[in-house]
């Protein structure tokens, strides 16, 4: 038996004698060498991705630990797996046409208060109010498609209006939320999160609701896909900095510098004009012309995570003729399904914004500062509070009040119905 330096007995080397050619039989062959080889060279490729998972899983993230790995696979080449199993998992999981239907509706919103009498010297001013959606289903429910102030102790021509309805007729148990934002009276801001969009240099701030805004908080709702999760390209602009490039003909949410928010495809550079407020890109429009994109396929345009006919949670936000702006999310659902709820509720042009239960969120807050918050339907699985602390993506928040340029156009129209060029009192108010 062989004795080691340090004087112990290597099992590696017991009983070894010399053999007749001189070799030792327990002599490591080529085999075994090019074993070695391969299980160095495994490791030396398994530390480096072992430690950007760690140090992912270490980082800063309000998202679950479950969801994190998902997340870090796909980035780190097995976006294809993870989207195949997925996609397996949602078609297994599909709802069946049919079956028995709902009994009711959940309820959303708060009923309107009465309107108060004006005074001698006041002028009644009716605000626009939106028809309500026409329900897909017969017999409607009581309160189906029919709009709720979004907050207690306001009018029926609340800023930000909800309803529920019944999205499919084939489908009779999935409901779909709708809101409806008054974009005259409001502003609308685009928030980053803590790691979405991922372009550097973006003024990031809290990654939550700045407090500031929170003093009128009307309502908040998710954003987009990951940036490199769209197919077609996404940009990103924040306080008329361009911060991904834009990409002609993609659907852009954004406020312009005349204050005005709009929903279309991007006709312009890969440059926003100055003064942009935001702009954010994803996907090709869903709607358009108050119809569904003819080219609505199941293909890679629609981002790398799970093509359109496969059923799951989607959300998507349109403007009206008037350029208010409509958010719809539901479950279940595919993008020509979510298409068909945003033109039944009044879009004329519409794009899909994220998708997958833990990401589509639409909140309201009843109370001044962001208290009471609600989520628009029982199945966001996500807290009301979600956007109150820092988040992961980023997103779009409500607060009451038209941003400074809109309301010098207004100011302007003011001064003009003063000066005779407006309608007598009691006309519609834009």
């Known amino acids: 038996m062989a004795v080691t330096d340090a004087g112990i007995q290597s099992p590696l080397v017991v009983g070894a004698e010399p053999s ?5 039989p327990d002599r490591p062959g080529w085999r075994h060498r090019v074993r070695r080889v391969l299980l160095v060279a495994a490791v030396a490729m398994l530390v480096p991705a072992g430690a950007s998972y760690v140090q992912a899983m270490l980082g800063r993230s309000n998202a679950s630990l479950g969801i994190r790995s998902v997340e870090w696979l796909r980035d780190h080449g097995a976006a294809g797996l993870v989207s195949q199993i997925e996609s397996t998992y949602y078609t297994l999981t599909a709802p069946s046409k049919g079956g028995p239907g709902l009994r009711a509706l959940p309820q959303v919103g708060f009923a309107a208060a009465p309107p108060s009498s004006p005074g001698p010297a006041r002028h009644s001013v009716r605000r626009y109010r939106p028809p309500n ?11 189906e498609g029919v709009w709720h102030p979004a907050r207690p102790g306001e009018g029926a021509n609340a800023p930000v209006l909800l309803t529920t309805l019944r999205s ?3 489908y009779p148990r999935l409901v779909a939320g709708v809101a409806w934002i008054d974009t005259s009276r409001s502003t609308v801001a685009l928030q980053p999160g803590l790691s979405e969009p991922a372009v550097s240099g973006i003024p990031r701030g809290g990654a939550e609701i700045p407090v500031p805004a929170r003093h009128d908080l009307l309502a908040s709702f998710n954003s987009g896909f990951k940036l490199k999760d769209a197919a077609a390209g996404s940009g990103v602009v924040l306080g008329g900095h361009t911060y991904a490039p834009m990409e002609k003909g993609v659907a852009t949410l954004l406020r312009g510098a005349d204050g005005h928010v709009d929903v279309r495809a991007w006709s312009g550079g890969p440059m926003a004009p100055a003064g942009t407020a935001f702009a954010r890109q994803n996907l090709p429009l869903i709607v ?5 994109n003819p080219n609505l396929s199941d293909g890679p345009e629609w981002g790398f995570t799970l093509h359109n006919a496969v059923r799951v ?15 719809a999310a539901a479950s279940d659902q595919t993008v020509g399904s979510l298409a068909d709820i945003l033109i039944r509720a009044g879009a004329v042009r519409a794009m899909e914004l994220d998708i997958n239960s833990y990401w589509v969120s639409f909140i309201t807050y009843a109370g001044l500062g962001g208290s009471s918050p609600r989520n628009l339907l ?3 699985n996500r807290s009301p509070q979600r956007y109150l602390s820092p988040d992961d993506r980023d997103f779009f928040y409500v607060y009451a ?3 400074a340029a809109l309301r010098r ?12 060029r407006a309608t007598a009192p009691g006309v519609l108010a834009p």
Do not use: K, T
């Open 20 to 24: 007749a050619g001189g070799r030792s």
């Open 133 to 143: 959606i026409r329900p897909a289903l017969h017999p409607a429910f009581a309160g």
């Open 168 to 170: 499919e007729p084939d």
């Open 288 to 292: 358009s012309g108050g119809h569904r």
């Open 313 to 327: 949670w989607r959300s998507g936000v349109g403007v009206d003729r008037r350029g208010n702006l409509l958010y």
């Open 378 to 380: 029982s199945g966001m």
């Open 401 to 403: 009040g038209a941003p």
């Open 409 to 420: 156009e207004q100011r302007r129209r003011a001064a003009a119905a003063v000066a005779g």
